[in-house]
């Protein structure tokens, strides 16, 4: 005869049957109605094409996940079956997950590559540029490494003229990515001129911490210029993508930021000759200029244009003596024509002229009323002026005058003889 069985009690012996029985498990499948809980823990569903598991991962398991579950993710998870007796649902417990087919590291950097790179965090119009000769720089690096060997023999190789400073962090290790990270918030709060974080090669787990987010923060917010230096030549980091400049090694991170003091020497010999030359040639070409502006000034200055003025002075001088000589000459024949024809010209000039005074005393005579003495005849004078004697008219009075006498009358009649 069977036992009657409470609920509870039926849950409790299947519970003890199913964990005993599967306390160990291997599961693929996908993953699905993903839920993060505010504890901590992570729900889930995992399913293939014909069945469904509701899932569990509490919060201890899940904080060692090396990537983010996501909708539609095909994982191989190691857990126990477990029964929840309240609901009499069985569920997977998760110790942990692994992507299928893949390692979880490499999804993890995969998921924060891709998101990194949506929130602008590689954009290369935001990447700072370095000096081109830094005064003082700081390495983020742990003392003990090769790595900081390699670079302070190619610093004092290259360029002794520099202050390098050392903040000494864990680069591997749970704790190495709040290390780097605190250690460049500190190291961007001074004034350095560059920072370069970096460390030797090694598997993806060791150099996992700068594939943290928090490391990627620290170098996006950071406002001094940031060199990543991880790992080998064939290594990318997040930290590479992130940083201002990527350097293959922690060596040749070196060799890019800083200037070769011998080839500054080079170049600084090259610049002095080059200088050397543009300066003979400039200096030689203001020469040219200056005796050609020597020349221009002595063919117009002031002493140049009296001189002309003096020439031109002197020649007019001498024209003006041989026009004078020449116009003397040609008077000298004039006046010795002159002299020759002077007398005759004067004699003939007065003659014409005794001529004219002969005939003009004649008219004189013959119109002076003292010599007009012919019996009947005076000169008709009205108003003191000497007037025709047809000009008077009836009742004007004249005078008739004479070389002795003056008559005054009136005109009684006027007649004309025909």
Not at 337 to 364: E, G
Request: glycine share 4%; hydrophobic share 40%; charged share 25%.
């Amino acid at each position: 005869m069977l036992m009657t069985l409470t609920v509870s009690a039926l849950n409790e012996q299947i519970k003890s049957l199913l964990e005993e029985s599967f306390s160990r498990v291997l599961v693929e499948g996908e993953l699905s109605r993903i839920t993060f809980h505010n504890s901590g823990h992570i729900y889930f569903t995992l399913k293939d094409s014909s069945s469904s598991l509701s899932a569990v991962m509490f919060r201890g398991n899940a904080s060692k996940l090396k990537f983010r579950l996501e909708e539609g993710m095909k994982v191989v998870i190691d857990g126990a079956i477990t029964l929840y007796k309240p609901r009499g649902a069985y569920q997977i417990n998760c110790f942990s997950i692994e992507p299928s087919g893949q390692g979880a590291l490499a999804v993890a950097y995969e998921q924060l590559k891709l998101k990194l790179s949506n929130q602008g965090y590689f954009d290369t119009q935001r990447k700072k540029s370095l000096p081109q000769f830094p005064s003082k720089i700081t390495l983020i690096t742990s003392e003990t490494g090769a790595a900081l060997q390699d670079m302070l023999r190619v610093a004092n190789r290259r360029y002794r003229a520099l202050e390098i400073d050392i903040y000494d962090v864990l680069v591997q290790g749970e704790s190495a990515a709040s290390s780097i990270a605190n250690a460049i918030k500190i190291a961007d709060a001074k004034e350095y001129d560059i920072i370069v974080i970096g460390r030797g090669g090694g598997s993806l787990e060791d150099l996992w911490a700068f594939n943290k987010e928090i490391v990627a923060d620290a170098i996006f917010y950071a406002k001094t210029p940031i060199v990543s230096a991880v790992g080998h030549e064939i290594d990318w980091m997040i930290s590479d993508f992130v940083a201002d400049l990527r350097a293959p090694t922690p060596s040749a991170a070196m060799e890019m930021i800083l200037p070769d003091t011998n080839e500054l020497y080079l170049s600084l010999d090259g610049l002095t000759t080059q200088f050397t030359e543009r300066l003979s040639n400039k200096i030689a070409t203001r020469k040219q200029a200056v005796l050609y502006l020597k020349n221009l000034y002595a063919q117009h200055s002031v002493e140049k244009l009296l001189e002309q003025k003096k020439e031109e002075i002197t020649k007019l001088k001498n024209d003006f003596t041989h026009t004078i000589a020449f116009k003397l000459q040609g008077y000298e024949k004039d006046m010795l024509s002159l002299k020759q024809r002077f007398p005759q010209a004067i004699d003939t000039t007065l003659n014409i002229a005794q001529h004219q005074l002969l005939s003009l005393k004649k008219m004189l005579e013959s119109n002076n009323p003292k010599y007009k003495n012919k019996k009947g005849f005076a000169q008709i004078v009205k108003e003191s002026k000497v007037v025709a004697l047809s000009s008077l008219e009836v009742d004007d009075i004249f005078e008739a005058q004479s070389d002795m006498f003056v008559v005054r009358a009136k005109v009684l009649q006027k007649e004309k003889i025909k």
